[in-house]
């Protein structure tokens, strides 16, 4: 177990009202205590604030602080901590850092509380992660999967399936101890059927992980279309504000504007792209690039034509140009005011949409500058990420973190192995080790399997002070 006593500032950087700083350590409470007069510390009651003057080895005042005591095991490291709640002031906070490294304390790495808290079983690796996804989260969706996952919802989850293959390992390593006598403690039917369930589970999690994934980082929705469709009028609709420039020139969106927005919880990272068309000057040119390559990275394309002057074979020939796999594409039927044919659009969008048959629920007919039908392109954003549900359950586990991610397609592939060897009968020692290694892929996403590297890599993408 670390013995040095770590410490830095909890709080972020600039003015604040209040700002921490955090000790912890096992010389955390008596390397304070001669800097605090107005108690005795070592004979203070754990978690109960004081209120005093903090003064430097010189006996000179620094501020008037509230001091929080813990005493092991009963902090958020597992360790004994001080927190020092000082006026927010970077110059205070950076004395008070100051006190503390000249008292013998060192300054805490990133993530290195956490760490701490992991090392002493306070947190599983995978809540230590949901630490830092809690502090990132940027909507109600992220906070929610993020505090889902600091409760356990993961590790339980991950837990159960682990608990029921050592069960079924330990049969199989018995066998392997009675080899000669060629006996089967563990039933192979039964054994297949559990496999059959732990894959099945552990594909309901790997699906999940798009969505989270999305949700965590933010949906990339690039909005493209040739100039003058009303892709700024659209964008500042959806932002609720005029950050584009919007003109009736054709080509007044010349970079592409980025801008985030939050549709029902989910965060959309909306991208404004210069009007396509076969450019005739050099900078609208590099417009035009920037929107294919903004494309070939997003997620979702909102495709925006004007209906007026949009012939169905220019609108196949840019779908044709942009669209690629894998890419949820929305097609906004814009500036419906002008066309009297309204409501026929409206009926016959797929086939206008041509080759292209964008089902009904993804063909958004639109009065961008008068907002008219937003709500329904809100919907149907909304909708491409939640698969059709239009919101997130409370109760679900979905996985966000690309390193569980990966574990879980390691232990599904080791355990399709399983399945196969059952199949065929292989013999058990194989069985054996690719139950094994599914275990350890488990493992590796609570943290029961670690490495050095793995746990630095992890801690290290932290903020210091966390
Ligand atoms: N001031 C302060 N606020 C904070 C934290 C903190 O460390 N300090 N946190 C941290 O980043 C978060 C809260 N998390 C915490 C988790 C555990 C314990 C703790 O003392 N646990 C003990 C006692 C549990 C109990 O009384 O039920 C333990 O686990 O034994 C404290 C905070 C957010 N707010
Ligand atoms: N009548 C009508 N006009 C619209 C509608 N939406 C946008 N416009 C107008 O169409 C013009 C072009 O709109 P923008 O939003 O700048 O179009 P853009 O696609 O961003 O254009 P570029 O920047 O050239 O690529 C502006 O004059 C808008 O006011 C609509 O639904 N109906």
Redesign the pocket.
Known sequence: MSQDTIIAVATPPGEGAIGIVRLSGPDAIQLINPFFPSRDLLRARARQAYFGTLRDAEGEEIDEVVLTLYRAPASYTGEDAVEISCHGSPYILQRIVQLGGDAGARPAGPGEFSQRAFLNGKLDLSQAEAVSDLIASRSAAAHRIALGQLRGGVSNEIGDLRARLIDFASLIELELDFAEEDVEFADRGQLSELVAEIRSRIGTLTTSFRLGNAIKEGVSTVIA?R????????LNALLNEDR?I????????RDTIEEAVNIGGIRFRLV?T??IRDASDAIEAMGVERTLQQVAVGHVLVY?FDVVETSPETLAADLDRLYREDLELVVVA?????NPYTKYVHYFGPEYAGKWQVPPERFVP?????RSNLQYLQDTLLNIVTDGRGGIDAQEIILSNARHYDALRRADAALERVAEGLQSGLSQDFVAMDIRQSLRDLGEITGEITTDDLLGNIFSNFCIGK
């Open positions: 279309g100039p003058n469709a009303g892709k700024s009028t659209l584009a919007v003109s009736n020139i054709p080509g007044t969106t404004d210069a009007g925006v814009n500036k419906m005011d002008l639109m009065i961008a500058s008068e």
